[in-house]
């Protein structure tokens, strides 16, 4: 038993050197699974204080560049609202007429942007405290940016589309087609779509929007355009390289989508599973 | 012995700061990044008797890297490793003279610290990419990545090292 004790004391530094070394892999590969980083993640109080602080100074320098996409926006809003009754199919919000909304939209903005890693998360403004829960959509004018990821009272993460472990449903616009939207971490402006079925028939070109498969994103958000595609034979599917409307690279306005049906829809697909 | 102490919370600090406020967001020719807040564990004052509290403080650093960056545990792992054989780069890179504990890695000649740099840099990016990337079908993105981060990293350093030494009174 001394022989023991001994050896333990001896090799101490080893053993603490074997603690830190599994501590920090746990945080490691809890951060490879999808919604496991709970520990380590740049929305608490330290780290979105100080992005924040630094955000509030960097903030003014694209601030001409920020306001002209703002008055772009405006500026197709406001087409929307006057030509209202020949374009309501775009609209977001279907039912804003008699009370019952189906999607509720925040607005947040972006406090820290990363696009240069295989795992990407934006950080953003809004927390708990302003509503802000895991798994809501978010998007900006041009379309998709990712999904919440962490929450804390004051900040958010945001799991880009830049992410390789980010899978959305998303379909051509033509066909209706639907596929998984993933990344292959080599360009930061193009994502893969895959799975879409060998009778899709894509054309270069083609605009993607998102699918009204999960609860996560309304249907018709606009992706991006085909770049290219190939069939893999073993599979019989496509994989089709999707060029983002979004800049990833500038992002700073951007909202926040609510679901407002989506308890309603886990309860009923909860019982149909049951059955 | 005080103001040791005081310096390496300074620079623990400021190369934390430096790094994520700054390092990360360099996106040379669109993805190098240096990794220069090793440059703590490079310079830590080398005694013998502290090495559980080295230790510790380079897995802190790494952790706290890893906490502005969103990147799980992947810093603070490679922080700890290359922290744990820094003893045995720095027989091979200094020799006899390490045997003594009186080096500071400031006042060395250029050719035994480029060795010592390049070293412990290489092996602090091979792990930080392989667990970040960690998949065996991208293994040649994680070479690129760590070999060309690397050149950076240690270019930085070089240039660095004069500057953080302390002022002579």
Known sequence: MQNIIAFFIRNRNFFFFLALLSLSLV???????????????????????????????????????????????????????????????????????????????????????????????????????????????????NGIVGIIDNTSSGHSTVQSVLNSLSEINAQLKNTSHFGTLEWDTKKRNIVQLTDIPDLANPQVGDTIITGGMSTIFPKNIPIGTI????????????????????????????????????????????????? | MNSDIILNIVRFILLVLAQVLVFNHIDFLGFINPYIYILFILLYPIKKENRAQFLFLAFLIGFFVDLFSDTGGVNAAASVCIAYIRPVVLKFAFGNIYEYQIIKISNTPIGQRVVYLIIMILIHHLILFGLEIFSFSNILSILKNTLFSSVFTVFLCLLIIPLLRKAKS
């Open chain 1, 27 to 141: 945080f490691t590969f809890q951060s490879h699974s999808y919604h496991r980083s709970k520990f380590i993640n740049s929305a608490n109080w330290l780290t979105g204080g100080v992005y924040e602080s630094v955000n509030n100074i960097s903030s003014y320098f694209d601030l001409k560049e920020q306001n002209q996409k703002l008055v772009e926006e405006n500026l197709r809003l406001r087409n929307l609202i006057l030509n209202q009754g020949e374009n309501t199919v775009d609209s977001l919000i279907k039912d804003s007429t008699n009370n019952l909304l189906n999607y509720r939209i925040k607005s947040a903005t972006v406090i820290k942007n990363s696009y240069n890693k295989t795992k990407n998360y934006i950080l953003i403004n809004k927390g708990k405290k302003d509503g802000i829960k895991q798994d809501l959509g978010v998007i900006t004018t």
């Open chain 1, 227 to 275: 770049m290219d595609f190939k069939f893999d034979d073993s599979e019989n599917y496509y994989i089709i390289n999707v060029k983002l409307f979004n800049d990833m690279t500038s992002l700073e306005h951007v909202y926040i989508i609510e679901n407002m049906n989506t308890d309603e829809i886990k309860q009923l697909e909860n019982l149909t599973n049951e059955q």
